[in-house]
């Protein structure tokens, strides 16, 4: 194990250490809720920094207004990302991730990272190709 | 970059590196279609080591028998998982993770072993609990 995996609080967390092979894992919703296809690439966007609405939109290809609006409210709700309005004229809002938000999005793009670097390896059928 | 990140073909790679982010790359329809719900649960169940049906169903909690088929049927298909037939009577089958699904594996229980490890640092709401 990374040292980086070690939580801040080694005993609570031992307490709740989960099991996403159990059924009744709270481990398993939470990778269900914050490992959606729109979650997952909202939280690689962010790790470039704080971002505004129309940025994210932009920096994820093919995201509806709609789809954007409910997976950042999501991802807040599970304390993974904040939002900051801005008082001024027109207004803004700013998304960021959290330092939990931060953590997980880190694993997330190792993730994400591996398959884009091992596209080649996948038969291509899985990439769309005619095989 | 870890060195264990980099595919063994860097030449090839690097003209197929892919961007998840991109609504057209095929890497975002690997990782949607190798991350869904039950393919992550059945590549961290492999991660042990070589196993039956029977006892990859065991070992997935709550999954189904018709779930648990699709999904090593559509792993086999991204060429992640082996699935070897024993002339035996009664006859049985053994699945395993190919190199490829092994490595993806990987970084799929890195992602998983963080969430279980880190349950407590997530709003009682994501665990299932009444806030």
Redesign the interface.
């Given at each position: 194990?990374l040292d980086d995996?070690?939580?801040?609080?080694p005993i609570?967390?031992a307490?709740?250490?989960?099991?996403?092979?159990?059924?009744?894992?709270?481990?398993r919703?939470?990778?269900?809720?914050?490992?959606t296809?729109w979650a997952?690439?909202c939280l690689?966007?962010l790790r470039r920094g704080e971002m505004r609405f129309s940025e994210l939109r932009r920096?994820?290809?093919?995201i509806s207004e709609r789809m954007l609006a409910r997976t950042l409210q999501d991802l807040a709700?599970?304390?993974l990302v904040t939002r900051t309005s801005h008082p001024v004229v027109p207004p803004h809002v700013d998304y960021a991730l959290t330092p939990?938000g931060h953590?997980?999005a880190e694993?997330?793009e190792?993730?994400?990272?591996?398959?884009?670097?091992?596209?080649?390896?996948?038969?291509p059928?899985?990439?769309?190709?005619e095989g």
């Open positions: 194990m995996d070690l939580p801040p609080d609570g967390a307490l709740l250490r989960g099991d996403v092979l159990a059924e009744l894992c709270p481990s919703a939470i990778l269900r809720q914050t490992t296809r997952v690439l690689v966007a920096g994820i290809g093919g709700g599970h304390g939990l953590d997980l694993r997330v190792a993730l994400t990272r591996w398959i884009e670097l091992n596209l080649a390896r996948f038969p059928a899985s990439r769309g190709e």
